[in-house]
């Protein structure tokens, strides 16, 4: 008759080491939790965990359907969104401007550039 190990061995514990000068979300696990039950119009929640330097995650309401280009879309949405924050909260100041505007800019901007080549100022 056997006996019941009551003491097995267990491996040794290390800590997941980070990358050196790991930035956070440099390196990501994505996953969904699906099944749930409906609330908001979403029923399953994409999960983004940074494997590396911080070990935060995101969890992001979605629906069972998304495709991979919602979850990009989604991803960067949230990133952007948190970016805007972040610096806002540094106190950097964010100009929000249409991109038809921007376009004009540039141009007027060549223009001068082609202006001061030849000779004359604007």
């Known amino acids: 008759m056997n006996k019941v190990n009551t003491h097995p061995s267990h491996p040794p514990l290390s800590p997941i080491t980070p990358v050196e000068?790991?930035?956070?979300?440099?390196?990501?696990?994505?996953?969904?939790?699906t099944k749930l039950p409906p609330s908001g119009g979403h029923d399953t929640i994409?999960?983004?965990t940074d494997t590396d330097c911080s070990k935060a995650s995101i969890f992001l309401p979605c629906k069972e359907a998304i495709d991979s280009e919602g979850v990009a879309q989604l991803y960067l949405c949230r990133e952007l969104t948190t970016l805007w924050v972040a610096r806002l909260d540094e106190g950097t100041e964010l100009k929000?401007?249409?991109?038809?505007?921007?376009?004009?800019?540039?141009?007027e901007k060549e223009a001068e550039g082609e202006e001061r080549r030849d000779g004359v100022d604007g």
């Open 46 to 48: 994409l999960t983004i």
């Open 96 to 107: 929000v401007t249409d991109p038809k505007e921007q376009q004009g800019d540039v141009e």
């Open 21 to 33: 000068n790991a930035r956070p979300f440099e390196t990501i696990a994505m996953d969904f939790i």
